[in-house]
């Protein structure tokens, strides 16, 4: 059974920056392309940034591309969401999740398998 538990999330003012970490249990972390989703109240659950299994390709929503930075480490087996800039509307329970098998990256929340718990973050204005 894969697990990944997210930490990192908190209040911060706008312009601010935040990090946010994935662990990723199991020994077959490099199989797995890794994503970051958030949902805000209300909203549908939104694609962030996604990498591949080596690091070398990443994927960005619009909304983030130029301030957030996604980043694995295949010998901890964690992921993390480096989020600088921040906006009141990047304020959202942001989630890890893995795609196992995925031939590229991806940004529908319905080709990855496995999900963390969430971890909120909330950006003052």
């Known amino acids: 059974q894969v697990q990944l538990v997210e930490s990192g999330g908190g209040l911060v003012q706008a312009g601010g920056s935040l990090r946010l970490s994935c662990a990723v249990s199991g020994r077959t972390f490099t199989r797995y392309v890794m994503g970051w989703f958030r949902q805000a109240p209300g909203n549908e659950r939104e694609f962030v940034a996604a990498i591949n299994w080596s690091g070398g390709s990443t994927y960005y929503a619009d909304s983030v591309k130029g301030r957030f930075t996604i980043s694995r480490d295949n010998i901890k087996n964690t992921v993390s969401l480096q989020m600088n800039g921040l906006k009141p509307e990047d304020s959202a329970v942001y989630y890890c999740?893995?795609?196992?098998?995925?031939?590229?990256?991806?940004?529908?929340?319905?080709?990855?398998?496995?999900w963390g718990q969430g971890t909120q973050v909330t950006v003052s204005s």
């Open positions: 999740a893995a795609a196992v098998g995925l031939a590229g990256l991806s940004k529908s929340e319905y080709r990855y398998n496995y």
